[in-house]
C-alpha cells in the first residue's frame, strides 16, 4: 500500500497504482484505489518530489532531471518520450506547458512552445494525456508553466486539475517571491510541491527566503540568461552551491545550459543534489527527421546523462 | 466616486513613501501633505500597507520642503494635487508588479535605486532640462485647432469646446518617445553601461533611442518585428545611420519587446534595458511616466496661461500608455479634468481584429506586469491588430489599467477607417499630419464633442508626426476608393 505521511493538512486523494510499477525494493506495489480523509494521512499513488530525493540521498544518487515541452512535436511523442525517460532512469520529470510568450526561454524552447502551440496543444490536451500515462511512470512529474495560463484557469481550479491527474510539483518561473503567496497557499492545499528558483544574481537574505519558501527542492539557475545549451558551466555555481547547502537540508538541482554528460558529473561533484536538463533534450526531439528517430536520440542522450551522475 | 478615488490615490501614494522606521509617524506625515479639509478626511481613510517588508526606493515627492527648494520646473508639485504612485511591491492597486523571472529581480531593484538618486540629483535635474531644452525642443506649443473646432461646432449646432493640440510631433524625433529616451539613456550613462537594449514598433522609439545614444555615446541595439522592419523601412534606414543595429525578430512587436527582455536578462551587466513605453516589471512602467509627465506639467501651465484655467479634458491615444500617461498624470487628482483614452478598434471590436486591450481584454500577467490583456481561454496572448503598429501591443500600462478600475480615466475604441479619416481631416482642416497613432486620438472627437461642455477646452495629444504614414494613408484611400467605384458598378441601379 503506498502510504506516505506528509503535512498534517486535510488532504483528499485518489490512490491508483499500476501492478506494473515496483519500490525500488522491487516489491511490488498493490493497486487499489481509495479515497481518505484523514488529517494526518495521506495516500499518493506515486512517490512525490521530496521522497525522491530522500531516497536517493539515502542512496547517494544524484536526481536525473529531464525537461521536454509537452505538445512537441506532438502530444502522442510526447507520451512516449515521458515513458522513455522513465524508463531510462530519470528520476523526476519536468513538462513544460507551452506558452505564447515565454519570456525566460532561449530560442530552442521558444520554438518549440510555437509548434506545439500551432498544432493546437492546449492545457486541456495536456491534462488528457497526463491522465494516461501518468500511471504507468514510476517518476513524479512536475509542470513546467508560466504565470498567466494558471491566472486564467484560477489558481485553486488549476492546482486541483494538476493534482488529480498525479502531477506533484510545479515550476513557474516568473513570480518573484513576493508573489508567490497565493500560489503557494492553494499549492499546499492541493498536495502539489512548488518549486522556488533562485539565480546567481539572488541576494543572500532574498536567497534564504526563498529557499525556505521552496517546496520540492530549490532550482538553482546556472547562469544569468534565459534557457538555452552553454558551452560549459560556469563555476559560481560551486560557490552558490555551496552557499545555499549551508542554509537548508532541502535538495537542490542545478539547471539551464547543460548539455553534456560531462557538466552533469562536474556540477554533481559539486554538490548538487540534482542536474536538470532542459534545451538539449527538447533540441534532439524537436529537431529530429522524424519522432521515432528523436525518441531514440533521446534515449541515448538520456542514457549517457544518466551514467555521467552517481 | 470621488471620495473612492481619492481613498485610492492617497492609499497607494503613503505606501510607496513609508519606510518601516516611519510607519509610527504616518499619520502626521500624511496629515502634513494635506492642506485642504477635504484631503484631511481622507487621509483618515488611508489603509496599512500590506505588502512585502521591503520599501520602495522611491523618493517622497510630496514633502512641504521640495516645495521650497530651488528645483527645475518639472519637478514643481502641487501639495493640492494627488497622483498615483506605485506602492513598495510597484503596484498600482493590484495592477503592476514585478513578474519576472528571478534573475532580474536585483536588476529591477538596481534601476529602482538609480531612478531614485536621479530624482534627487541636481546635476542630472540640470542636464535634462537643457537636453530638453536645446535637443529635444521643449517646450511643445499647445495649439489652438481653429478650423477643426469650427469642424465640430457645426456639427453641434454651432456651439462646443474648443479644441487644442499639445504638440508633441515638434519634438525632436517627430514623436513625445525623446523625452523618454534622453532621459534614460542618461541614466544608462551614469549607472556606466555601454549598451543599450530595446525595442520598437513603428520606429518611433527607436529613433529616439538611437539619437539618444549618439547624442551620449554609447552602443544601441533595437529589435524590432521583421514585417514593421519592411513597412517602416526608411525609419530603420535612419537607426542604422545614428549608429545602432537593428535586429529583425519574427512576428509582431510584442515579440520584439520579447527578445528585448531575454537579452535584458542575458546581458544585465553589460546593458541597458530602455522601456519605450509604460510596461514591463516595475519601474520600468513608473519610469517611463515620470519622463513622459512633463507634457502634461507643461500643458497646465500653457492652459493657466492662454484660458486662466484647466483643461476640461485630455484626449490621447493609448497603444501601451506612455503619451496617455505622460499627458494625464499631472492631472489625475484634478477630478475636474476628463481623461479620455483611445485603443486601436482595427476592424471593429466585433471582428475579433483589434488592439482595443481595455475594453475588450481581462486582466493578467504580461512582460512582468498585471494589467489588462488580450488572452485567449487558456491564457495564451492573442495577437493584436492595428493599422497602427504603434498601437499593436496586446497588453496596456499597468497605471492606465488601474486607472480605469477606480473610474478615473474613460476608455474608448476608435476604427482604423475613423483613424485614417482623422488623418485626412486634420491634414485638411489645420494642415497638421499627425501620426496614425495620434490619428486615433483625434478620431474619437466626433463621439466625444457634443459630450463637451460648452466653452469648454479640451487637448488632444497630437503624440506623433505622421509622414512616414502617408503610403499606408494612401493604400487605403485608393483601396477603398477602388472599393467604392466596384460598389458603384455593381450595385444594381
Keep these: 500500500m503506498a502510504i506516505a ?31 481518505t480523509t484523514m488529517a494526518a494521512i495521506s495516500t499518493t499513488k506515486s512517490v512525490g518530489i521530496s521522497e525522491t530525493f530522500n531516497r536517493l540521498k539515502r542512496e547517494g544518487k544524484v536526481a536525473f532531471i529531464p525537461y521536454i515541452t509537452a505538445g512537441d512535436p506532438d502530444l502522442s511523442t510526447t507520451t512516449e518520450a515521458l515513458k522513455v525517460l522513465d524508463s531510462c532512469g530519470s528520476d523526476i520529470i519536468e513538462l513544460g506547458v507551452p506558452y505564447s510568450d515565454p519570456l525566460a526561454d532561449g530560442p530552442v524552447i521558444q520554438a518549440a512552445a510555437t509548434r506545439s502551440l500551432g498544432r493546437g496543444t492546449n492545457l486541456d490536451a495536456i491534462i488528457s494525456m497526463l491522465k494516461e500515462v501518468v500511471p504507468q511512470l514510476s517518476c513524479p512529474i512536475a509542470l513546467f508553466t508560466y504565470y498567466n495560463p494558471i491566472l486564467k484557469r484560477g489558481t485553486g481550479r488549476f492546482m486541483s486539475t494538476i493534482s488529480n491527474v498525479g502531477v506533484h510539483g510545479l515550476v513557474v518561473p516568473d513570480v518573484p517571491l513576493e508573489e508567490t503567496t497565493a500560489l503557494r497557499m492553494e499549492a499546499k492545499k492541493h498536495g502539489i510541491e512548488l518549486v522556488l528558483l533562485t539565480t546567481p544574481t539572488t541576494p543572500t537574505d532574498r536567497m534564504k527566503a526563498i529557499v525556505e519558501a521552496a517546496e520540492g527542492f530549490i532550482y538553482l539557475v546556472s547562469s544569468v540568461g534565459v534557457t538555452g545549451t552553454r558551452a560549459s558551466v560556469s ?3 560551486q560557490a552558490l552551491l555551496r552557499e545555499i547547502k549551508e542554509t537548508t537540508t532541502k535538495p537542490v538541482a542545478v539547471g539551464f545550459g547543460i548539455s553534456k554528460p560531462e557538466h552533469a558529473k562536474l556540477i554533481a561533484g559539486w554538490g548538487a543534489d540534482g542536474v536538470i536538463v532542459g534545451s538539449a533534450m527538447v533540441k534532439l526531439l524537436g529537431e529530429a527527421k522524424s519522432p521515432q528517430d528523436g525518441l531514440r536520440e533521446l534515449e541515448n542522450f538520456t542514457k549517457s546523462l544518466k551514467s555521467a551522475l552517481p | 466616486m470621488a471620495s473612492k478615488l481619492h481613498g485610492s490615490v492617497v492609499s497607494s501614494q503613503k505606501n510607496a513613501f513609508v519606510s518601516s522606521s516611519e510607519k509610527l509617524t504616518d499619520k502626521r506625515r500624511v496629515a502634513k501633505m494635506q492642506t485642504s479639509g477635504r484631503a484631511q478626511a481622507q487621509a483618515a481613510e488611508v489603509t496599512t500597507p500590506q505588502e512585502s517588508s521591503r520599501t520602495s526606493k522611491l523618493p517622497e515627492l510630496m514633502t512641504s520642503s521640495l516645495v521650497f527648494s530651488k528645483r527645475p520646473f518639472f519637478l514643481e508639485r502641487s501639495l493640492q494635487v494627488q497622483r498615483t504612485q506605485p506602492n513598495s511591491a510597484g503596484k498600482f492597486g493590484k495592477f503592476g ?40 525642443g521643449r517646450e511643445t506649443p499647445l495649439y489652438h485647432a481653429r478650423r477643426l473646432t469650427e469642424f ?3 456639427k453641434n449646432g454651432g456651439e462646443g469646446a474648443e479644441i487644442f493640440l499639445k ?28 549598451l543599450v537594449l530595446t525595442a520598437t514598433a513603428s520606429g518611433h522609439h527607436g529613433i529616439a533611442t538611437a539619437s539618444a545614444c549618439a547624442k551620449l555615446g554609447l552602443d544601441c541595439k533595437i529589435f524590432m518585428a521583421a514585417k514593421d522592419m519592411e513597412q517602416q523601412l526608411s525609419n530603420v534606414q535612419l537607426m542604422t545611420l545614428l549608429g545602432a543595429q537593428v535586429e529583425g525578430v519574427d512576428g509582431q512587436f510584442k515579440d520584439a519587446a520579447s527578445e528585448a527582455l531575454r537579452s535584458w536578462v542575458g546581458k544585465m551587466e553589460e546593458s541597458y534595458h530602455m522601456t519605450g513605453t509604460a510596461v514591463g516589471p516595475h519601474p520600468c512602467p513608473t519610469l517611463v511616466r515620470h519622463f513622459q509627465s512633463v507634457i502634461g ?54 471582428s475579433g481584429r483589434h488592439a482595443s486591450t481595455l475594453s475588450k481584454g481581462e486582466v493578467g500577467v504580461y512582460h512582468g506586469a498585471m494589467t489588462y490583456l488580450l488572452q485567449d481561454g487558456d491564457g495564451q496572448t492573442i495577437e493584436p491588430y492595428s493599422v497602427a503598429v504603434g498601437m499593436q501591443y496586446p497588453a496596456v500600462g499597468p497605471e492606465l489599467s488601474f486607472l480605469k478600475e477606480i473610474g478615473r480615466a474613460e476608455f474608448y475604441s476608435v476604427t482604423d477607417q475613423e483613424a485614417l479619416d482623422a488623418y485626412e481631416r486634420v491634414c485638411r482642416l489645420e494642415g497638421i499630419y499627425a501620426s496614425l497613432e495620434a490619428s486615433h486620438a483625434f478620431g474619437i472627437l466626433g463621439k466625444l464633442f457634443p459630450t463637451l461642455p460648452k466653452g469648454g477646452k479640451v487637448v488632444v495629444n497630437c503624440s506623433a508626426r505622421g509622414d512616414e504614414d502617408v503610403d499606408i494613408v494612401y493604400k487605403h484611400k485608393l483601396f477603398h476608393g477602388a472599393l467604392k467605384r466596384t460598389m458603384a458598378q455593381t450595385t444594381p441601379q
Design chain 1, 5 to 35: 505521511l506528509t503535512s498534517s493538512f486535510l488532504q483528499l486523494k485518489k490512490c491508483e497504482v499500476d501492478f506494473h510499477t515496483f519500490y525500488p525494493s522491487k516489491k511490488p506495489i498493490v493497486s487499489l484505489r481509495r479515497y
Design chain 1, 235 to 237: 563555476d559560481k555555481v
Design chain 2, 97 to 136: 508588479g514585478k513578474f519576472v523571472a528571478e534573475t532580474l529581480i536585483a536588476c529591477l531593484d538596481q534601476l529602482e535605486a538609480v531612478f531614485a538618486e536621479v530624482l534627487h540629483d541636481e546635476d542630472f535635474q540640470e542636464e535634462l532640462e537643457e537636453a530638453l531644452r536645446d535637443y529635444i
Design chain 2, 152 to 154: 465640430y461646432k457645426s
Design chain 2, 167 to 194: 504638440r508633441e510631433d515638434l519634438c525632436h524625433g517627430g514623436s513625445h518617445k525623446m523625452n523618454n529616451a534622453i532621459a534614460q539613456a542618461m541614466i544608462a550613462k551614469r549607472i556606466g553601461r555601454k
Design chain 2, 297 to 350: 506639467r507643461e500643458t497646465r501651465r500653457q492652459a493657466l496661461e492662454k484660458w486662466g484655467g484647466k483643461p476640461d479634458a485630455l484626449v490621447a491615444c493609448v497603444g501601451t500608455g506612455s503619451n496617455a500617461l505622460g499627458l494625464f498624470h499631472e492631472f489625475i487628482g484634478d477630478s475636474d479634468v476628463r481623461l479620455v483614452g483611445v485603443e486601436a478598434g482595427g476592424f471593429g471590436l466585433e
